[in-house]
């Protein structure tokens, strides 16, 4: 039995909900993969010399190159495309043109939107002021849980509709990168969606799902260390 490492190496730790993303994408296709850690406050100059925007995760393919520049991708969702080119089966993005450009589309505004109203509005205000030994800004945390999240999940509700999953019938990138990104405001706080029961229903679905609560429990091993608790912002 072979101890060398895996072609796929991803740089970053899984309390990213980016780098979950990548790992679901893996996961799900079964590719084998190994997850380095960075600490993205102190990066080691080797890691600014591959991620240009100084954020993780970044992707190394060893087949390529072992050190330095060549055979990294930064950016979550490049790193997802490339790994989908490459590892085909199973396939998570749609064939049809149109459902193709939809499940991107989905991912960005997942990325983005969802991401920077639960990253920046709640994670952020509740974990960093912990690790930093101060009281969390609840006041914010709840603002952006009473005001800034409902109009996404409204959205969400609606490009769901009655179906299984957000494009088509089979799960997508769009799913995974939903369901990650939403994660991340679960690691701190409670995430009731009574208010939107398709969604809701959806976010269950994708928590049981191995891709999705493997690389989530290892975050929340982490997280729970320095917040016990899940605070509830209602």
């Known amino acids: 039995m072979s101890d060398a490492p895996n ?19 893996c996961l799900e ?3 084998a993969f ?9 990066p080691p100059q080797w890691f600014k010399d591959i991620s240009p925007m100084k954020r993780i995760p970044v992707l190394r393919d060893r087949s390529i190159a ?13 790193i997802c495309g490339y790994i989908e080119a490459k590892h085909p089966e199973t396939a998570l993005y749609p064939a ?10 989905l991912e960005e505004y997942a990325d983005t939107t969802l991401a920077l109203a639960g990253g920046l509005g709640i994670f952020r205000p509740i974990f960093f002021a912990i690790t930093k030994g101060e009281a969390p800004d609840l006041e914010t945390a709840r603002e952006t849980w009473a005001t800034k999240l409902p109009p996404v999940f409204d959205y969400l509700e609606g ?31 409670e995430t009731p969606l009574d208010k939107w029961p398709r969604f809701a229903a959806h976010f269950e679905r994708m928590q049981a799902r191995p891709s999705i609560a493997g690389p989530y429990a290892q975050a929340d091993k982490a ?3 320095g917040l016990p608790e899940r605070i509830d912002l209602t």
């Open 66 to 78: 072992t050190e330095g520049v060549d055979g990294t991708i930064a950016d979550s969702s490049a």
């Open 159 to 189: 490009a769901l509709g009655d179906n299984e999953f957000f494009v088509g019938d089979a799960l997508s990138i769009a799913d995974i990168s939903i369901a990650c990104c939403l994660m991340q405001v679960s690691l701190v706080a």
């Open 96 to 105: 049809e043109p149109f459902a193709y450009g939809r499940a991107l589309s």
């Open 34 to 42: 190994d997850v380095e850690p960075v600490n993205v406050f102190d």
């Open 29 to 31: 296709k079964g590719t």
């Open 7 to 25: 072609d796929l190496v991803i740089y970053g730790s899984p309390v990213s909900p980016f780098v979950r993303k990548v790992a679901a994408v």
């Open 223 to 225: 997280v729970r260390k």
